[in-house]
């Protein structure tokens, strides 16, 4: 967003879409949501709540809805605004400081978990051990699934192996990766860089899915493995006001948190250096530092 790379940012740009804090003012038909209470506001600040996909509970693809950095200022400021609906209360149990990430991050994962049936008794392998990754692991380890990191750095084998992965694979050995052929139920992309795409294709077990959440640009696939063996290539953004609560629920009761690094907001400009030089370990919190 700050350097215009999905081509949808307006200037000048406030950017902060994983927000947390405490309500300061509410409009007079909000019930749910007292003053001084803590909450969260994920990539989506608004949705119609008329349209199908509202109507039947899957708000994260309303038609109209409106993102917290997209025709608007987020959350790096002294406070946002956005629609009741999507700010989500926080259990007292949570580190606010560290919450921040599940609002995107942290749903992202944990919809398609939800969305695909993943139970403990499949085999997931999640491809990029960063912001996204790092929560994949836990959840699927939570979940009780038996799971593999794929990543281009044997070095964060260990790490890895921390965060709940059961294996490791290196993305840059190809025999490693055919030798795992047919073994996964589901892949899970969370890095935006293209890939042997047939290649990870065959790991897959019939009937298994490649899902995308990493903004890859482009996926394809020889079509007759898709046909014979029923496999599914798919994606999907955030989750439903609904479901990031039953996340908070989750990550409360299981100990999950993303593995974070904190900077005052003031070091804002520290921070996004550190993340575009590949530094950032996994997900860069900014803690308000600077008076209203």
Not at 15 to 37: F, N
Not at 63 to 76: C, K
Not at 244 to 257: G, H, N, P, S, T
């Amino acid at each position: 967003m700050k350097n215009n790379d999905w081509g949808i940012s307006e200037y000048p740009f406030v950017g902060g879409h994983e927000v947390v804090g405490r309500v300061i003012g509410k409009g007079a038909h909000v019930s749910h949501l007292e003053i001084g209470q803590r909450i969260g506001l994920g990539w989506y600040s608004r949705s119609c709540g008329l349209c199908d996909p509202c109507m039947r509970g899957d708000q994260n693809i309303c038609v109209v809805a409106e993102s917290a950095i997209v025709t608007r200022h987020g959350g790096f400021a002294n406070k946002v605004r956005a629609q009741a609906f999507w700010c989500t209360p926080i259990p007292d149990a949570l580190d606010l400081s560290a919450a921040g990430p599940l609002f995107c991050g942290g749903i992202t994962v944990f919809n398609l978990i939800v969305q695909n049936a993943i139970t403990a008794l499949d085999h997931v392998a999640v491809v990029g051990i960063g912001g996204l990754g790092n929560l994949a692991l836990q959840f699927l380890s939570a979940w009780g699934c038996e799971v593999t990191a794929i990543s281009t750095s044997e070095s964060k084998f260990d790490e890895a192996k921390a965060l709940g992965a059961t294996h490791f694979l290196h993305a840059r050995d190809p025999d490693a990766l055919k030798a795992a052929a047919g073994r996964f139920k589901m892949i899970l992309v969370t890095v935006n860089v293209p890939l042997d795409w047939d290649l990870y294709m065959t790991m897959l077990d019939k009937r298994g899915k490649l899902h995308i959440v990493g903004a890859v640009p482009s996926v394809t696939s020889s079509g007759f493995p898709l046909i014979e063996q029923q496999k599914i290539i798919g994606g999907s953004p955030l989750g439903s006001p609904g479901l990031v609560k039953q996340m908070l629920d989750f990550c409360a009761r299981k100990e999950i948190a993303p593995v974070t690094q904190k900077y005052a907001l003031s070091q804002i400009n520290t921070a996004f250096e550190n993340m575009e030089a590949g530094k950032a370990r996994y997900r860069l919190v900014l803690e308000n530092d600077i008076s209203s």
